[in-house]
């Protein structure tokens, strides 16, 4: 059973940073790519950033250069940094995790909310 818990969420205004993190537990073996994705009021959602078990990373465009996503293989965590926050960065923060062997799990989300 594997299970992925988010942390870090919180108020900022807008400009600030936060910090969030996913630990992931259970049988968590072989190739995979963990993943924050978010989800607004109102809107679909979206990856944000993704990073594979070899390091390559992906960024969706309204977020680079502002928002770095790190993982540590060995604690099997993944963070996401994000900087120069806006407004329009509010929304739940979910953390994934696809295991190629075996398929694509979720945390219950993390609330982030950029004041202006």
């Known amino acids: 059973q594997v299970q992925l818990v988010e942390s870090g969420g919180g108020l900022v205004q807008a400009g600030g940073s936060l910090r969030l993190s996913c630990a992931a537990s259970?049988?968590?073996?072989?190739?995979?790519?963990m993943a924050w994705y978010r989800q607004a009021p109102g809107k679909q959602r979206e990856l944000v950033a993704a990073?594979?078990?070899?390091?390559?990373?992906n960024y969706a465009d309204s977020v680079k250069d502002r928002f770095t996503i790190s993982r540590d293989n060995a604690k099997k965590m993944v963070a996401l940094q994000m900087n120069n926050l806006k407004p329009e960065d509010t929304a739940v923060y979910y953390c994934?995790?696809?295991?190629?062997?075996?398929?694509?799990?979720w945390g219950k989300g993390t609330l982030v909310t950029v004041s202006s």
């Open positions: 259970g049988n968590i073996f072989g190739g995979n790519t």
């Open positions: 994934n995790l696809v295991l190629y062997s075996s398929g694509r799990y």
């Open positions: 990073i594979t078990s070899g390091g390559s990373t």
